[in-house]
């Protein structure tokens, strides 16, 4: 109901951008953001958009990420610019109804598979 697209491998100071499609519901009613998962780390909220249209950004992406969504809310990207080693994880588009700044809660609402980001030179 959730896929993602757009990871890849990339030289660090590289771009990337991902993309998240709802099939057969929007977002609209839902907090929607992307989350990523390091290896050896839990899952943490990177971007999200509330219903209300405020944007979250962790501490150490923003400036450099930019989290968007069309008008109808049926698709949300990421545009992931200046990108660093540390970005390197797996991504994935889901919703939430708590907080961006609570750890994300897989076993509610809508989740992708993710999308792998390699960032390495």
């Known amino acids: 109901q959730v896929t993602e697209s757009g990871g890849g491998l990339v030289q660090p100071g590289g771009s990337l951008r991902l993309s998240c499609a709802a099939e057969e519901f929007t977002f609209k009613n839902y907090r929607v953001g992307w989350a990523r998962r390091v290896p050896g780390k839990g899952l943490e909220w990177v971007s999200g958009?509330?219903?209300?249209?405020?944007?979250y950004y962790k501490d150490d992406v923003k400036g450099r990420f930019t989290i968007s969504s069309d008008n109808a809310r049926t698709t949300v990207h990421l545009q992931m610019n200046e990108l660093k080693s540390e970005d390197t994880a797996k991504y994935y588009c889901?919703?939430?109804?708590?907080?961006?700044?609570?750890?994300?809660?897989?076993?509610?609402?809508?989740w992708g598979q993710g999308t792998q980001v390699t960032v390495s030179s």
């Open positions: 958009i509330y219903t209300d249209g405020r944007t």
């Open positions: 889901g919703t939430t109804s708590l907080d961006f700044v609570k750890p994300p809660d897989t076993e509610w609402g809508f």
